[in-house]
């Protein structure tokens, strides 16, 4: 999915739309903790009191980041089928935040959302009660499904070959070490290396232990 350019209009052409876009392009280059109105206002070329002529506070701010994300979901058809519902919502939420990791932040550190989710939230309840899962089992599922999807999100978004994380695996001591070493040579013989995208299977790996193997049709 190609990620937004954030629009910018300059002095005298200021809007919500405008600082919320500046905002995106912060959060995604630097993160939240670059995210102020100081660094918004400067690259807009205004006061940092111009903005809250137009959003109240920080949070506020963060609110109509999340909307903005949230309105980009594709919510697809009904399924009646729990799987088959489940799986395609996350994947249009994971197509709409792709790109977006500090949505990790502002929904599990923040403890922030966007009320669009909720449509997404009651369908994914309704797909779990439908498995036969309810009440403390639906509430840990869904917890389950929302915790692998945040994590893939912010693990692929720092999925470099050159990351300092995997340089450190790469050289780290095949003796002491020698599972580490046995899975990499492995991964290195396996025909055209692994696979590019790895949410769809493994988000049936999550599945298949909260509801049950896939049947065959």
Known sequence: MTTPVPRRRGPGLLDLPTIVDVALGIARTDGLPA????????ELGCS????????????????????????RIEIPPFQEEPRAEITALLHAVHAAVEGDPWVVTALVAEG???P??????DRIFG?????????AQAMSGHALIWEF??????TSHHDRADAWNRNMIRNSDPVRFPAVHAVMRAAARAPGGPPPE?????LQIVLDGLLGPERSP
């Open 112 to 114: 922030l959302a966007s």
């Open 198 to 202: 790895m949410f769809g299977p493994h």
């Open 35 to 42: 995210l102020s109105m100081r660094r918004i206002a400067d």
């Open 127 to 135: 797909a779990l009660d439908r498995a036969g899962l309810h009440g």
């Open 48 to 71: 940092p009191m111009a903005l809250y002529r137009h959003v109240a506070d920080r949070q506020a701010l963060l609110l109509a980041m999340l909307d903005a994300v949230a309105a």
């Open 149 to 154: 999807a945040y994590g893939e999100l912010l």
């Open 116 to 121: 669009r989710i909720l449509p997404v939230v």
